[in-house]
C-alpha cells in the first residue's frame, strides 16, 4: 500500500504560513507507521500557496496512493473537509483516516458528517497499525480496538474502545523530518518564542501524557491517567535532536509537566547539560500553582527555563469550584508574586463565563487583576470545546442546538455565549464589553524607538521595556504592515510581556478607550437622572 499523510493547514490562508504549533500527534503516528515498513510520504500544507484542492491534486498527478491519513491538533473541522472532498474527488477508492480530538469526541456526528472512511479514537500509534494491517490483509475490522467506521449497509460502527499507551518509552521517537520540520524551523521569527531569541530553533517535546483534572472547559481525548516517559528517554531523544536539528529551545508541552516535583528537580540538573554550540538550552513548562516556591522557580531559572504557564482561569473561589480546579486565590496570588519575583515570565489567563460566574465574582477577577497582574494575564471567555462538561451543558440547556453549525461555523471564533446560571445575555455583553476596554486601558503598549527593514517582511525593532526601562532590539520581527501592526514580546532582562504597536495602532485603541470612558459616564449621568425624576 502507498500511504500519504497530510499536515492539515491550522490557519485559514491559501499563503504558505510557518507560524503554526507544530503537530507533535501525527508526528508519532508517521514514526509509528514508518517503523513497521509501510511506504510512507507526507505533505505539509502549511509550506505550501494555493488551495488545498489544487495542492492536493498535485500531489496525486506525481503519484498514487492507497491510503490518506490526517488529523488535527485542535478543531479544524473546515480544514479537515476540504482535505476529504479533495481526495474523493480523485478518486472514491482511495482510504480515508482520519484522528484528533474531534474526531474522538464527537465520534459519532464526524464519522457521519465528514465523510471519511475511518476514525482513529484517542491515542493512535497502537490503533493505526492495527487498522493498516487489517485493510491491507482484509482482516476483521471489529477485532482492531478504537476505531469507527460504516459497515456496508453505511450502519456505525464503534469498536471497544483502546486501552491506553502505559509505557511511552515503547513509543519511537516523533518523526518531525517527514513532516518537513527543517523548513519549519529555517522559518521561524523573533515572534515564534514570545521574542525570548531572535532566531528560535524551538523543538516541542511531550514529556507525559493525560491529567487527572476534570476542569469543566478542558476535553480528555486522550484521557485521564496520567502517564510518564522515563528522563532517560526523554533526554535520549533531546540529545540527538538537538544536534540534528540545531535546536536552542524547548517546548515543553504537557499538561502536568511538574507533578512529580522530585522529577522536576531531576530534569532540571539533567538538562543543563545539553547545549546548544556551547550555548545554554532555554525552555518552557507548564507549572502548578499549588505545589509552588521560590526555590522551584529558581531552580528552573538556573537551569535555563524563562517561561512558565500556569493555568489560573478565575479569582473567585466559587468559580474555581464550579469549573473544578483544584486551586484557590491564594495560590494563584502566590504564584503570580513568586514568578514575577523570580524574573520568570509568565502566560496564563483569566476565563470568564463560567455557569457560576456572576457581575460580582467578574468584577472580582478583574479588580485583582488590574491591581496585581501588571498587564501579564490574558483575559478570555471560556469556550465550550466538543468533549467539555461545559459543552455537554450548552447543548443540554439549548445553548448550542445544532452540534454540527456550531463546530463548522461557530468554533474557529471567539464566542461570547451566555453559558452562567445567574447573567442575562445583556450582562454577558457588558462584560465583554468590559474585558475589551481593559484589554486596551491596562495591557502595556509601546510605540518603537525605531523600526528598520531588513528583507520582504522582517524588521528589527528597538523597544524600552515600560517596566525595567531597557533598551531592546527585537531582530527577525515578522510584520505584514508596518503601518498597522501589534506584537506581544517578552523583555530579554526581567521577562515582563508587553506589546510594540504602531502609532496608529495605539491611536486606535487610545480612541477607543475615549469612547468607552464617555458612554460609561453617559450611561452613569442618564441613570442618575431617572433615578432623580422617580
Given at each position: 500500500?502507498?500511504?500519504?499523510?497530510?499536515?492539515?493547514?491550522?490557519?485559514?490562508?491559501?499563503?504558505?504560513?510557518?507560524?503554526?504549533?507544530?503537530?507533535?500527534?501525527?508526528?508519532?503516528?508517521?514514526?509509528?507507521?514508518?517503523?513497521?515498513?509501510?511506504?510512507?510520504?507526507?505533505?505539509?500544507?502549511?509550506?505550501?500557496?494555493?488551495?488545498?484542492?489544487?495542492?492536493?491534486?498535485?500531489?496525486?498527478?506525481?503519484?498514487?496512493?492507497?491510503?490518506?491519513?490526517?488529523?488535527?491538533?485542535?478543531?479544524?473541522?473546515?480544514?479537515?473537509?476540504?482535505?476529504?472532498?479533495?481526495?474523493?474527488?480523485?478518486?472514491?477508492?482511495?482510504?480515508?483516516?482520519?484522528?484528533?480530538?474531534?474526531?474522538?469526541?464527537?465520534?459519532?456526528?464526524?464519522?457521519?458528517?465528514?465523510?471519511?472512511?475511518?476514525?482513529?479514537?484517542?491515542?493512535?500509534?497502537?490503533?493505526?497499525?492495527?487498522?493498516?494491517?487489517?485493510?491491507?490483509?482484509?482482516?476483521?475490522?471489529?477485532?482492531?480496538?478504537?476505531?469507527?467506521?460504516?459497515?456496508?449497509?453505511?450502519?456505525?460502527?464503534?469498536?471497544?474502545?483502546?486501552?491506553?499507551?502505559?509505557?511511552?518509552?515503547?513509543?519511537?521517537?516523533?518523526?518531525?523530518?517527514?513532516?518537513?520540520?527543517?523548513?519549519?524551523?529555517?522559518?521561524?521569527?523573533?515572534?515564534?518564542?514570545?521574542?525570548?531569541?531572535?532566531?528560535?530553533?524551538?523543538?516541542?517535546?511531550?514529556?507525559?501524557?493525560?491529567?487527572?483534572?476534570?476542569?469543566?472547559?478542558?476535553?480528555?481525548?486522550?484521557?485521564?491517567?496520567?502517564?510518564?516517559?522515563?528522563?532517560?528517554?526523554?533526554?535520549?531523544?533531546?540529545?540527538?535532536?538537538?544536534?540534528?536539528?540545531?535546536?536552542?529551545?524547548?517546548?515543553?508541552?504537557?499538561?502536568?509537566?511538574?507533578?512529580?516535583?522530585?522529577?522536576?528537580?531531576?530534569?532540571?540538573?539533567?538538562?543543563?547539560?545539553?547545549?546548544?554550540?556551547?550555548?545554554?538550552?532555554?525552555?518552557?513548562?507548564?507549572?502548578?500553582?499549588?505545589?509552588?516556591?521560590?526555590?522551584?522557580?529558581?531552580?528552573?531559572?538556573?537551569?535555563?527555563?524563562?517561561?512558565v504557564s500556569f493555568g489560573f482561569e478565575s479569582y473567585n473561589k466559587d468559580v474555581l469550584k464550579s469549573m473544578k480546579k483544584p486551586i484557590t486565590p491564594e495560590q494563584i496570588d502566590h504564584a503570580i508574586k513568586l514568578s514575577m519575583e523570580a524574573n520568570m515570565g509568565i502566560q496564563g489567563n483569566f476565563i470568564f463565563g463560567d455557569v457560576a460566574e456572576t457581575k460580582e465574582t467578574a468584577k472580582e477577577t478583574l479588580d485583582y487583576w488590574k491591581k496585581e497582574c501588571k498587564g501579564q494575564l490574558r483575559l478570555l471567555f471560556i469556550q465550550p470545546y466538543p468533549g467539555s462538561e461545559i459543552y455537554n451543558m450548552c447543548i443540554k440547556k439549548g445553548i448550542i442546538k445544532d452540534k454540527l453549525d456550531f463546530i463548522k461555523n461557530h468554533m474557529n471564533h471567539i464566542n461570547w455565549f451566555n453559558m452562567t446560571s445567574n447573567m442575562t445575555d445583556q450582562e454577558v455583553m457588558d462584560l465583554k464589553k468590559e474585558i475589551l476596554r481593559l484589554r486596551t486601558k491596562y495591557y502595556p503598549y509601546v510605540i518603537p524607538s525605531s523600526l528598520t527593514k531588513i528583507k520582504d517582511n522582517r524588521y528589527s525593532i528597538n523597544s524600552t521595556c515600560p517596566y525595567c526601562k531597557t533598551l531592546t532590539s527585537y531582530k527577525n520581527c515578522a510584520i505584514e504592515n508596518k503601518i498597522h501592526y501589534n506584537l506581544g514580546v517578552t523583555c530579554r532582562k526581567c521577562f515582563m510581556r508587553y506589546f510594540i504597536v504602531s502609532r496608529i495602532s495605539k491611536f486606535e485603541m487610545d480612541y477607543y478607550n475615549e469612547l468607552e470612558f464617555l458612554r460609561k459616564n453617559y450611561l452613569f449621568i442618564r441613570d442618575k437622572l431617572r433615578k432623580t425624576k422617580m
Open positions: 500500500m502507498k500511504i500519504l499523510l497530510i499536515v492539515p493547514r491550522y490557519n485559514f490562508t491559501n499563503k504558505v504560513d510557518y507560524q503554526y504549533v507544530f503537530p507533535l500527534g501525527l508526528a508519532y503516528i508517521t514514526a509509528v507507521v514508518k517503523k513497521e515498513g509501510y511506504d510512507l510520504e507526507c505533505i505539509n500544507l502549511n509550506h505550501f500557496s494555493g488551495t488545498i484542492e489544487s495542492i492536493i491534486n498535485d500531489k496525486f498527478k506525481e503519484k498514487q496512493y492507497d491510503i490518506v491519513l490526517t488529523g488535527h491538533i485542535g478543531v479544524g473541522y473546515e480544514i479537515i473537509e476540504k482535505i476529504i472532498k479533495s481526495i474523493k474527488s480523485i478518486s472514491s477508492d482511495i482510504k480515508i483516516i482520519v484522528g484528533g480530538s474531534l474526531v474522538t469526541c464527537e465520534k459519532e456526528l464526524m464519522l457521519e458528517s465528514l465523510g471519511h472512511d475511518f476514525s482513529v479514537l484517542g491515542e493512535g500509534e497502537k490503533t493505526i497499525i492495527e487498522l493498516l494491517d487489517s485493510i491491507q490483509n482484509k482482516k476483521p475490522l471489529e477485532n482492531v480496538n478504537g476505531i469507527g467506521y460504516k459497515d456496508n449497509s453505511g450502519k456505525l460502527i464503534f469498536t471497544k474502545p483502546r486501552d491506553l499507551i502505559l509505557d511511552l518509552d515503547s513509543l519511537p521517537f516523533p518523526d518531525f523530518e517527514s513532516l518537513d520540520y527543517l523548513k519549519y524551523l529555517d522559518n521561524q521569527t523573533s515572534s515564534s518564542n514570545y521574542f525570548i531569541t531572535d532566531y528560535p530553533r524551538a523543538y516541542p517535546i511531550i514529556c507525559s501524557r493525560g491529567c487527572p483534572n476534570q476542569c469543566t472547559f478542558c476535553y480528555h481525548s486522550i484521557g485521564f491517567r496520567y502517564r510518564m516517559r522515563s528522563l532517560d528517554n526523554i533526554f535520549s531523544e533531546l540529545s540527538i535532536v538537538i544536534k540534528k536539528y540545531n535546536i536552542n529551545s524547548i517546548e515543553i508541552n504537557d499538561d502536568l509537566f511538574s507533578l512529580n516535583r522530585a522529577r522536576l528537580y531531576e530534569f532540571c540538573n539533567r538538562i543543563k547539560s545539553l547545549s546548544n554550540n556551547g550555548e545554554p538550552i532555554t525552555w518552557s513548562c507548564q507549572l502548578m500553582v499549588n505545589n509552588l516556591d521560590i526555590e522551584l522557580l529558581k531552580t528552573l531559572k538556573d537551569a535555563g527555563c524563562n517561561v
